[in-house]
C-alpha cells in the first residue's frame, strides 16, 4: 500500500485563527514532507521529518510548523491565518533506501477568508 | 539553489499525436529525476524515476530523456491518447542528505479525441 492520506480534504479558516492540518502513512517512510501550492505555481517544499527531525525552509521558517509524534503521522500547523495561506498543502513520504522516491497525498485545499 | 523550468505550461494535441514537455535544471550536482502525473483531484502519481547514469527510459506509452550536458530532462508521450490528459510536473534532486525536491511550475496537457 503506497497510499497517503490526507485530513482534511479542503478546510476553511478566518485570518488570525489556527489551522492544523493531518498526514498519515502507512509504509513505514523515515522522511515525511510537506508542499504548498498555488495555482499555476510549482509545489513549494515547506518542512520535512526525517525521522523525529524537523528542517524547515529558510523562507518560510516562522510561518509554519509541524509535529511528528509518531512515525505514521505528521502534522502541518499554522499559528495564525492569513489570506496568503489559501493554497493545497501536499503531503508526501519517502524511504532513504527507495532513493528518497516521494509518494504523496491527495492533498489539503485551504481557503483563508 | 536549485531551479527548474518546465515548458510549455499548456498543451494541447490530438489522440495518436506525440506530446513532449521539457524541464531544463541549473545545478550540476543534480542526480536524480522524477516526473510526476496528477489528474484531477488525484495525488500526484510517480511516472518514473531517473539516474544520472541513465539517458533514456521507456515506460508504458512514454520515453522519458536526461541530458547532463545540456541538464535538460524531457518526458515524450509517444501517441496521447485522452487518459494522458493531466498535469506533469518533473522535480530534481540535489543533495545526498536531504531527500528535497525542486519542481517545475508543471504542464497541464490535453488530448483531444
Known amino acids: 500500500d503506497t497510499t497517503v492520506k490526507q485530513n482534511p480534504r479542503y478546510k476553511l479558516a478566518r485570518v488570525g485563527k489556527p489551522v492544523n492540518l493531518i498526514c498519515s502513512q502507512t509504509m513505514n517512510h523515515d522522511t515525511m514532507y510537506w508542499y504548498q501550492k498555488k495555482p499555476n505555481q510549482a509545489p513549494k517544499l515547506l518542512l520535512f521529518y526525517y525521522d523525529k527531525i524537523l528542517n524547515r525552509e529558510a523562507d518560510t521558517f516562522e510561518k509554519f510548523q509541524s509535529s511528528r509524534p509518531n512515525n505514521s503521522f505528521c502534522s502541518l500547523y499554522i499559528g495564525s491565518a492569513g489570506l496568503e495561506y489559501s493554497a493545497m498543502y501536499l503531503c508526501?513520504?519517502?524511504?532513504?533506501?527507495?532513493?528518497?522516491?516521494?509518494?504523496f497525498g491527495p492533498g489539503t485545499r485551504l481557503l483563508v477568508l | 539553489g536549485e531551479q527548474v523550468e518546465q515548458r510549455p505550461p499548456h498543451l494541447s494535441v490530438r489522440e495518436g499525436d506525440s506530446a513532449v514537455i521539457t524541464c531544463t535544471y541549473t545545478?550540476?550536482?543534480?542526480?536524480?529525476f522524477f516526473w510526476y502525473k496528477q489528474e484531477p483531484g488525484a495525488s500526484l502519481q510517480l511516472l518514473m524515476k531517473?539516474?544520472?547514469?541513465?539517458e533514456i527510459n521507456e515506460g508504458q506509452g512514454f520515453t522519458v530523456l536526461l541530458n547532463k550536458k545540456d541538464k535538460r530532462l524531457s518526458l515524450n508521450l509517444t501517441a496521447a491518447h485522452p487518459g494522458d490528459s493531466a498535469a506533469y510536473f518533473c522535480a530534481v534532486k540535489t543533495g545526498a542528505n536531504t531527500g528535497k525536491l525542486t519542481f517545475g511550475h508543471g504542464t497541464i496537457l490535453r488530448v483531444h479525441p
Open positions: 508526501a513520504s519517502s524511504r532513504r533506501d527507495n532513493q528518497d522516491t516521494q509518494y
Open positions: 531517473v539516474f544520472s547514469s541513465t
Open positions: 545545478d550540476p550536482n543534480s542526480y536524480y
